[in-house]
């Protein structure tokens, strides 16, 4: 059963009820919201804490040692509070904790835990009951606006050496929130609660219940919404995203868009969407519309199905995570004017299916033909010569297989986030080009296999790590193959290489590697007057390697008539301090090789 107030989100419910409930004590290190605080109790407490006796006191019939610790060093993530340790068996009989008020964590202002442990059968202590508090600020200069969360956990019939259900560990498992839990009377919680509720506790549920009816909250929720998401709700759409609607360049001169999605309100297992725009310089309209279909929605698993159709400038060599092309920050930022773009009009449909929480396939079919714009021109050479082609055409049909043992979601409807995963995520894509279907021009076969994971080498924050490797089978044009995912704006890629120029290099077999070292403040909040400003640093290296047959280079004529071929390792590093007014990263970064290629920059910013 799960009664929330305020927010009616069954995901939420399952992210506290599941992640929140494992803070060990005894930990060496804590994680809590995606921070790693160092425990009182940690194997080397001396080091970052200062102990004093206080009292020795009863807590029932067991007599404890009361100790105040607090942290030795400024900024460093670690915590105020009381230890209450037994004095027979030197176990932890309680704990509270506070946040260090000057820990270098954003937008919470405190956050405090209280554990009460519980010796069963004489023998065994377990934790018996767990509170939290926290006063959380997004808004800190906003006259105090920000609101507060209380949990209290009650752990009771604990079982000790008896046997355990199989069941316990199915594959997969995972905290269901069935829609019956939502509807259960207060009389029901008065009989299945462990602990009762006190008057303020009760009038907390009022309060809450009351304020999400308030017209000015509910304006600032849309709007914060709207920050976010860069949707406005009205009615039954979303109009959005508003950061889309007007951007310029080269090609298309000032861009105006407008589209939108169906909400929620519309329908919770069907979505469409749509948008429109047109380039003052080109006089062209560009359009795409889609829908996302559930066919099947249960709490363990979904098979979504999508469906778009659109036709629009792209520019083939940005990744999957650079900013959109129409984004007006794209328009601002690009330091470089926009070339080697095309008109692709693409039919996609895909089939998802989820096994179990971490473990997916999706199944997907695409036709595009591309249309090169401007000075961009597809040239193919015959006899000697080259001519150019008005488009190319292929189609695909894929598999997608993604594993991520152990992840969770905070899900709405149609979208969701996955929360990191303690283990590696795996994903592999595999597919293939029908000649001759839809108008096809190219047969060929993609496989390629990513590995991420993060690593935490506490106290020194923690690294992600990607490795990226692929290879392409068959004979296919540049369009077609691994173009490395090179920048051409002052926007930071995280999975793409910044000081690369657009369209510089191009692999059919490559292997990435991404490496993303976050400090967490560790070296700049022992420096004093800096670590006020909370700065957190951050060391990447990133690197690839490939080549490309002769048979595919022949096909087409690569941009500028270069030589697409890495031959070399292609290296990348750079020094950045993020956390800057608490949202802006920026990066120093260094070109390490091929700096003998036409418009390579060995330094960037």
């Known amino acids: 059963a799960s009664r929330i107030s305020g927010l009616k989100n069954n995901s939420a419910s399952q992210f506290l009820g599941d992640m929140y409930q494992t803070i060990n004590i005894y930990d060496n290190f ?22 004093y006796l206080v009292d020795s006191v009863y807590i029932g019939t067991d007599r404890c040692y009361k100790l105040l610790f607090l942290p030795k060093r400024k900024q460093d993530l670690t915590f105020t509070g009381n230890l209450y340790i037994h004095d027979a068996t030197w176990a932890v009989k309680q704990v509270s904790v506070s946040f260090n008020d000057n820990a270098n964590i954003n937008y919470i202002k405190s956050f405090d835990v209280m554990q009460k442990y519980e010796q069963i059968d004489g023998k065994y202590w377990m ?23 209380r949990k209290t956990t009650v752990y009771d019939d604990f079982k000790v050496n008896q046997p355990i259900d199989d069941t316990v560990f199915q594959k997969g498992r995972n ?16 009989h299945v609660r462990p602990d009762t509720l006190n008057q303020q ?59 939108g999605v169906t909400s929620n309100d519309f329908s919770k297992r069907l979505e469409l969407k749509g948008t429109l725009a047109y380039g003052t310089l080109d006089q062209r309209f560009k359009f795409k519309t889609g829908l996302r279909w ?47 773009v095309t008109n692709v009009t693409e039919l996609r449909g895909s089939f998802e299916h ?13 036709n595009r033909d591309l249309v090169s714009l401007g000075n961009f021109q597809f040239k193919q050479a015959v006899n000697g010569q080259f001519r150019s082609l008005s488009s190319i055409t292929t189609t695909e049909v894929g598999l997608l297989t993604r594993f991520a043992w152990g992840e969770k979601y905070l899900s709405g409807e149609f979208n969701r986030i996955p929360v990191a ?19 096809a021009d190219y047969s060929y076969f993609k496989t390629k296999l990513r590995v991420s994971d993060r690593f935490r080498l506490n106290p020194f924050g923690y690294l992600d790590v990607v490795v990226d490797a692929g290879k392409i089978w068959g004979k296919a044009p540049y369009l077609f193959l691994e173009i490395h995912q090179g920048s051409q704006t002052y926007a930071l890629d995280p999975l793409a290489f910044n000081m690369m120029n657009i369209f510089e290099f191009t692999s059919d077999r490559y292997l990435y590697l991404f490496l993303d070292h976050h400090f967490d403040g560790y070296f700049l909040n022992k420096i004093p007057l800096i670590r006020k400003l909370k700065w957190r640093e951050i060391i990447t290296l990133k690197s690839v390697i490939g080549d490309m047959r002769t048979e595919n280079i022949s096909m087409l ?13 292609y290296l990348e590093s750079g020094f950045a301090i993020e956390n800057i007014f608490k949202i802006v990263r920026v990066d120093a970064l260094w070109r390490m090789t091929h700096l003998e290629r036409p418009g390579a920059r060995s330094l960037g910013f």
Request: hydrophobic share 40%.
């Open 354 to 366: 989820g096994w179990f929480p971490g473990f997916l396939n999706r199944v997907s079919f695409f």
């Open 127 to 149: 934790l018996k009951e767990e509170k939290s508090v926290g006063d959380f600020a997004p808004f800190e200069k906003a006259n105090g606006m920000g609101f507060f969360g």
């Open 30 to 51: 804590l994680l809590i919201f995606d921070k790693s605080f160092i425990s009182p109790v940690t194997d080397n407490f001396l080091r970052y804490y200062k102990f």
């Open 201 to 259: 506790e009760k009038n907390i549920y009022v309060m809450v219940d009351s304020l999400v009816q308030v017209r000015r909250l509910v304006n600032i929720r849309y709007l914060t919404e709207m920050l976010i998401t860069g949707y406005l709700h009205w009615k039954k759409f979303d109009i959005g995203q508003y950061f889309t609607f007007v951007s310029w360049n080269e090609i298309e001169g000032v861009r105006l868009k407008f589209g």
């Open 421 to 439: 995963s303690r283990y590696p995520v795996v994903q592999l894509d595999l597919s293939y080009a029908l000649p001759g279907v839809m108008a």
């Open 557 to 569: 004529q690569y941009p500028g008539g270069r030589d697409p071929r890495l031959y070399r390792p």
């Open 175 to 190: 905290v269901v929130v069935e829609d019956s839990a939502q509807e259960r009377n207060n009389d029901y919680w008065h």
């Open 294 to 340: 559930f066919v099947s929605k249960s709490k363990l698993h979904r098979d979504l199905l999508s469906l778009s159709y659109r036709s629009d400038l792209e520019q083939l060599s940005l990744s999957a995570n650079s900013l959109q092309l129409d984004n007006v920050l794209t328009s601002m930022m690009r330091r470089v004017a926009l070339q080697n």
